[in-house]
């Protein structure tokens, strides 16, 4: 009776514990999936902040603020293609060379697979934002714009959301 009693006892615990250990690998799976969401939209911020901060610089006119991107214009100009949505196949990104302004990224999608995980969906929104409270989107031209990444995937159950302003 008491053997009975102590194997009774050993399954239960053995039964919790195996709940445990199965409930922190479920955390650690879903940790790993967050950290490459926010490491793959870093990397696009980090590529869209290499840029120039306007066409206007690109062209060498960025002397008045009237020069600028009208805010109904942000996005890529004329030649500057790529397939909707972009994608990696091998971690290289075939927009890197086409894009040579920031506001370029404005409603640019891309498609990512990573070793452990596929079909990270990462899009950006740029618009200009008020110098002194970023917070503040603005209709008008500014020497500050923000970029808004985000990024989902069927392996997240929220999504990633990453800003970053860029200020002339």
Known sequence: MITLGGLVLFGIFLLSTNSIILNQSDIAVSNEFYISAIGLGQSLIDEAKGKKFDEAAVA?????????????????????????????????FRSLTTFDDFDDYNNYTRMVSTPRADKFSI???????????PDSTKTVRTFAKKMTVTVSSPYLSNTVILEYLFIY
């Open 60 to 92: 060498g006119t960025l002397n008045a603020i009237g020069n600028l991107t009208d805010p109904s214009s942000l996005g890529r100009e004329t030649g500057e293609t790529y397939t909707t949505p972009d994608s990696s196949w091998t971690g290289s």
């Open 123 to 133: 899009s950006s929104r740029i618009g200009y934002v008020s110098e002194t409270w």
